[in-house]
């Protein structure tokens, strides 16, 4: 598998936890394991301002990691702030940004949000999750993926079946 470029959008309170600083360590520890599979760079965003910023980067990632809370009109902290679908579609050009954007945040119009950030795949949960679960799905997905070299769709649905949670993080699969 050649070196992928991983984008982390940790979008939580400090005043919470948030799987974002998880997959940071988790990604770093598999940089260790197995050199040069991956790079990732962890952003704390505190406002919509910063996140369309850092979303507006003209390099480009492979994956883009969203750690955050959902809503159907987008997501965002989950108290002061709130980025929507449609201004998100704006930030990204008709290219593809990224091969992989997984939205940790329950998004009841993820296929809007799909649409928007305009990857080749997306993850999003359909219900939601606490931080915890999402954190132990994205571990056992990323290791996968990313560690063991195997594909997206076969990573996700081997820690869909692990988590059990192939009811709760059914994702839609925007393969363009």
């Known amino acids: 598998m050649r070196s992928q470029r991983i984008l982390i959008l940790d979008c939580t309170t400090n005043k919470e936890p948030g799987e974002g ?3 940071e360590s988790l990604l770093k520890i598999c940089s260790l394991y197995k050199p040069a599979v991956s790079t990732s760079l ?6 919509k301002k910063d996140f369309l910023d850092k979303l507006s980067t003209k390099t480009r990632y492979n994956i883009i990691y ?4 959902g809503s159907s009109e987008g997501i965002g902290n989950g108290s002061t702030w709130e980025v929507k679908i449609e201004e998100i579609a704006q930030v990204n050009p008709p290219l593809l940004k990224a091969n992989l954007v997984h939205v940790s945040a329950f998004v009841t119009n993820y296929k809007e949000m799909e649409k928007a950030f ?12 606490d931080w915890m679960e999402a954190a132990i799905f994205s571990s056992i997905f990323y290791k996968h993926y990313i560690v063991d070299g195997i594909s997206l769709h076969s990573a996700f649905e081997y820690a869909s079946k692990k988590m ?3 009811s709760e993080y059914p994702i839609y ?3 363009k």
């Open 173 to 175: 699969w925007g393969e």
């Open 118 to 129: 305009n990857s080749k795949y997306f993850i999003a949960p359909t219900t939601d999750l």
């Open 66 to 69: 969203i750690s955050a809370h």
């Open 164 to 166: 059990q949670t192939g």
């Open 21 to 23: 600083r998880i997959i």
């Open 42 to 47: 962890r952003y704390k965003i505190k406002s």
